[in-house]
Every structure is written in structure tokens, then in C-alpha cells.
């Protein structure tokens, strides 16, 4: 808490006028130049090598293809995404379990694990003898669209509950408890009421996750088999300007559409059934039933998302009883390598977070009130999804060209940074703009009449009201940071925990120090979100 004085010399400098406009333009400014002109001006560089695909009848016709496969698998699993994420945040902020910190930590694993680890890891799960397979003596699943479909429905999942728990967690239930106090059943409250204010954040839920699958490489060049989509078709023809710029400007462009829709639309959207069928809803509503859709939201979360992730990390156990583990603990050979990268990582993502949510935070509010007027403020608020539609690989690539043909003094470290600020950005200003415009506007200017300044609406109002989605933005920046892998291996040489372990996959590593390299970097993560969790929530959060 900041002491009264500061508060209050705060206070009066965010009701200056030029204050509060420098702070946003420089927010603005800050994005253009970061996050979303380097990697198009690095495709615009670039773009004459588009003739190569023009030229070439086959190759564009592979290309549309792989772009139409892009955009069917990205809708159809964000739609399952929000159908199966949704109950799961429900049960973590609804429930009374005391280990429902664990749960809800436990369901960013697949955000912890790298990208391209991940996609092994399922294939072992999925395909390999040692996998699920082994109990029917086949693969179970094959690599290809099925296989694909999983994987980005396990890395995705993660983005929804994300969003959903801090929405959720920012409600306040008098607003559900007041339409059943009137006679309401739960499902009736919930639908009629709950839903509809939260509208924001399911529609923020679905875009990231879309943009998310739109984006993977990495891990689905594991899995995909003969199956191929836009940022598999760009990595087939890797170091082929060509491809690149023709396929990211194409999602760029149909992408943008589809959020430009999703803008307008998604807030005029209504409940489509506004019927109220009390007896039917209340037997919905039962504990018999409520039991159940939470049996079945864990099952799916163990059996699809959880342990399909965890597969690549079992072999550590191997390591426990084995030579391997004290080598690691000591730092022996590769292992120094190892804790070097870990410890970049961690920096990285700490570095990345912090910087994302200063310059995000402007942003969302300018986003969320329209700040800039209507038609600037829904620019804005397609422009940042860009960073996450581009490839990863492209993205990399793209911001590659820029940077280093532009500015070549700059030291590795900062090329890093700035690679995972334009991919980590999007996740905390969508999640904080959408947790804003569940904010009644009449709460803020009652404020103000009552005295307060623009400073002290933020910390009164609007910081109470949104800090779980602040802390669920701030976890998806700090996991996909620390999990990237496609972009981090074409901006940088240098070698974080990711590279490290896709370099230890690609030269047949043991099974026992890949799985045990990757149990460390999960089990870090996942203590230090758990006690990020416990600290800022506290006791009354569940």
C-alpha cells in the first residue's frame, strides 16, 4: 500500500491532463515500436520474395490449404476449449477444497512445459509403445490432424481457465446471489446473470485461444505427421523468405478480420435462450449433477491435458534412482549448461513480465474506455492479437530481420527480451482490457464525484475489481516466456531451458536426464506460481 502522502501527491498528478495523455501515448508508442512493427516490418522487408509463391500455381495452392487447415483446427478447438475451460474455472473458484490452489496451478502445466517438448511429450503419450499405446498393443493415436487437434486443445485449455479464473475471481456474487435470493435457480442465475457479465472475458478466452492455435509450430511439427497447416507449411520451406511473408500475411489479414467481427459483434451478442424453465433448471442444478460435470471437467483436464504433459517428465523418476540425479544437483557436464539456461529463463520471463504489464496496463484501459474514441480504441484492440497470429517461427524470423539488420550493436539479451514482449503482450492486455469493460462505468464516476482522482479510481475501484485478471495475466506472460522455444531459437544464440531441452531431443539424449530436465523446470514453475497464488489471494480467494 502506498503511504497517504505519496497516494495523495499521486493523486493529484494523474488529474493533470498531460500526465495521464503522456502516459497513454507513451504506451501507444511503446507498442507500435516493440511489439507489432517489428515483426511486420521484418515481413514487409521481405516482401518482394512474395513472387515466389505467386509464381509457382502448386505451391500457392499448398499454401491456401495449409491456411484453410490452420484456421478450421484454431476455431474448432477454441470452441471446445471454452466448453470444456469454463466448467474447470468454475469448480477452482466455486469450490471449497483447500487443494484447489494446486488444481489451478496444476492447469498451467502445459504453459510451463516448452512447445516443442510438449508436442514429444504427447506423441510419447499418444503414440509411442511406452505411451497409452501400450495397453492396446497399437498406437492409439497416430500423428496427424487428430493427434494435432489434442495438442493444441492441451496448450490452449490452459489460456481459458486462465482468463475465466481471474474473471471469476474478480465477480462479485451478490449479483448471482441476489437473482437466487428471488427465486432463481443456480443454472438460471448463472446463465441469466453471470454469463452475461462476464461476456468480456469468455470472448478474450476464445481469442487467445484461437490466436494461440493459429500460431504453434514448434510443437506440432512433433505430431503432425503428414498433416499440414501454415506454420508447418513455412518451416517445410524454412529459410525461404517467400513462403514466410506469403502465409503470415494472409493469417495477419483473415485473422484481423475475424477479431474486427469478433469486436463488433461479440459485445451486441445476446443470451440466444431467454426462456427460464424453473423446474427443469433447478434439477440441472443439483448437487448429483453439479458432482458429475465436475467428475467429467477433471477427467478430461487428467486424462487429455495433464498427464499427456507430463509423459516427457516421467523418466525422472528413473533419474531419483540412478547416477543421473546427483550429477544434475551438482552440476556435473551438461548439467551446467542446464542450470545456466534455466537461470536465463527465469530472468527472461521475469524481465519480460514486469515490462509487459507497465506498458500493457495504458493499454487495456485505453482499450476497455476508449480512451482514444470508438474507432481507434477497436483498432487497437485487433492490432495487439497480431503478435500471437504470426507464427512462432515466423515471428522469430521476422523480428530476426528487423533487429539485426537494423540495429546490430544491440546485445543478444535485449533481442530476446523483445522477442518474448511481442509474443507474451497479447495475454495480459486482453485479459486486463476484457476485465475493465466488466467494470460499470457509473462505479468509476461515482468515484470521481465523490473527490477521487484518476489515480485513486484505480486503486479503489478498478484494481480491486480486476486484480485476479492481473495475476492470471501476469502468470500466461511468465509461462509462455519461460515455454518458448520456435522464435527464441531463430532471434538469439543464446540458449534458454527450452532450446536446451529441443537440443537434447535432437541429439537422443537419455530418457532419464531429458525427463529429469524437464521435471526441474516444471517443478520450479510450478512452486513459484503456487506461491504467487497463495500470496496474492490469500485464504478468502476460495
Known sequence: MLKPKIAKALDKLSSKTAIKNTIYTVSIIIFFALI???PILGIIIKWGSIEDVLNQPKLMSEAFNAIAASFAVAFFVSFIDVVAGVPMAWMITRGKSKWLSVLDTLSDIPF???????????????????????????????????????????????????????ALLDYKLEYEQAARTLGAAPLTADRTVTFPILKHSLIASFTLAFARSLSETGATMMVAGAFVHGPIFINKHIGEAGPLVFVSAILIALSG????TIRLLGPRLKMPVRKVWPVVERKLSSSTIASSRNGLTLLIFFVIVLVPSLFV??????????????????????????????????????????????IGLPMAIIIARRKIGNGPSAVLDVLVNIPIIVPSVALGASLAIFWKENFAFMPEIWLLIFAHLSITYPYFVRSMSAAVERISMELEEAGRTLGAKPLGVFRT???????????SGAIMMFTRSVSETGATLVVSNLVTAPVLL??????????????????????????????????VKGREAY
Open 257 to 260: 478480420l475475424v477479431f474486427v
Open 112 to 166: 510451463i512445459v516448452p512447445t516443442a517438448t510438449l508436442g514429444y511429450s504427447l506423441l510419447l503419450f499418444w503414440n509411442e509403445p511406452g505411451g497409452l499405446s501400450s495397453l492396446f498393443g497399437a498406437s492409439f493415436v497416430s500423428p496427424g490432424w487428430l493427434l494435432v487437434i489434442l495438442l493444441h486443445f492441451t496448450f490452449s485449455f490452459p489460456v481459458v481457465v486462465r482468463v475465466m479464473v481471474g
Open 502 to 535: 529441443v537440443n537434447w531431443v535432437k541429439s537422443g539424449a537419455p530418457t532419464a536426464t531429458l525427463g529429469l530436465g524437464c521435471g526441474f523446470l516444471i517443478l520450479f514453475s510450478f512452486i513459484i506460481l503456487l506461491v504467487l497464488r497463495l500470496v
Open 36 to 38: 507489432l512493427l517489428p
Open 461 to 471: 475501484i478498478i484494481f480491486p475489481l480486476t486484480k485476479y485478471s492481473m495475476l
Open 313 to 358: 517428465a516421467v523418466p525422472a523418476f528413473e533419474a531419483i534412482f540412478t547416477g543421473v540425479l546427483p550429477e544434475a544437483l551438482g552440476g556435473v557436464g551438461v548439467w551446467g549448461d542446464y542450470w545456466r539456461s534455466i537461470s536465463l529463463s527465469y530472468f527472461v520471463g521475469i524481465v519480460v513480465t514486469l515490462l509487459n504489464v507497465a
